[in-house]
C-alpha cells in the first residue's frame, strides 16, 4: 500500500488525498486495482511557489470518486500506462501548465502552437506580450513576437 501524505474531503463527502510526485503512477495503479476504472480528469494549478497536479477518478461499480493530487516541481510521471484517455488530459495540462509528464507516448502541444513560447496558466506568464500565429506553406503553424507574420 502507496503511503498517504494528507487526506480531507471536499463538501460533498469526497474523498481527497495528497501523494508525493514520486508515488503518482504506483498509487494510481493501485487505486484502478481496487475499482477506480475511470479517471475523469487530470488538471494541474500553478500556486506561485510549487505546481500540483490532479486526477479525478471514478469507481463505476460503487460510483465513488477519488481525487488525488500531487504536488511537483514541474514533471510527474505520466498514468498513460493505465488510462489511454490520460494522453490528451496530459497534453492539456503540459500546454497550459507546463507540467511535463514522464514516459507520455507524445507529449506535445494541444490547444496552441507548437511554437508557442510559454504557458499561459502559469502566475509567470507574461500576458502583456503578445504572440501570432500564422500557418506556414508547410502546413505547420509558425509563432512570431511581430503582429505582421501573423493572425
Given amino acids: 500500500m502507496i503511503q498517504i501524505e494528507s487526506e ?3 463538501k460533498n463527502g469526497t474523498r481527497i488525498v495528497y501523494v508525493s ?3 503518482v503512477l504506483p498509487f494510481l495503479k493501485e ?3 481496487e475499482g477506480f476504472d475511470t479517471l475523469l480528469m487530470v488538471s494541474g494549478v500553478d500556486y506561485k511557489d510549487h505546481l500540483e497536479v ?3 477518478l471514478l469507481s463505476s461499480t460503487n460510483n465513488s470518486r ?3 493530487k500531487a504536488k511537483t516541481d514541474d514533471e510527474v510521471e505520466s498514468v498513460t500506462s493505465l488510462w489511454k484517455g490520460a494522453n490528451w488530459h496530459e497534453r492539456e495540462t503540459w500546454d ?3 507540467i511535463k509528464f514522464k514516459n507520455h507516448p507524445n507529449l506535445t502541444r494541444i490547444l496552441l502552437a507548437e511554437g508557442w513560447v510559454g504557458h499561459p496558466l502559469r502566475k509567470n506568464y507574461p500576458m502583456e506580450k503578445k504572440q501570432f500565429v500564422n500557418l506556414a506553406e508547410d502546413g505547420e503553424d509558425r509563432v ?3 503582429n505582421t507574420e501573423g493572425y
Fill in 54 to 56: 490532479i486526477y479525478h
Fill in 21 to 23: 510526485k514520486d508515488n
Fill in 31 to 33: 487505486k484502478k486495482e
Fill in 66 to 68: 477519488l481525487i488525488v
Fill in 144 to 146: 512570431s513576437f511581430e
Fill in 96 to 98: 497550459l501548465v507546463g
Fill in 8 to 10: 480531507s474531503s471536499t
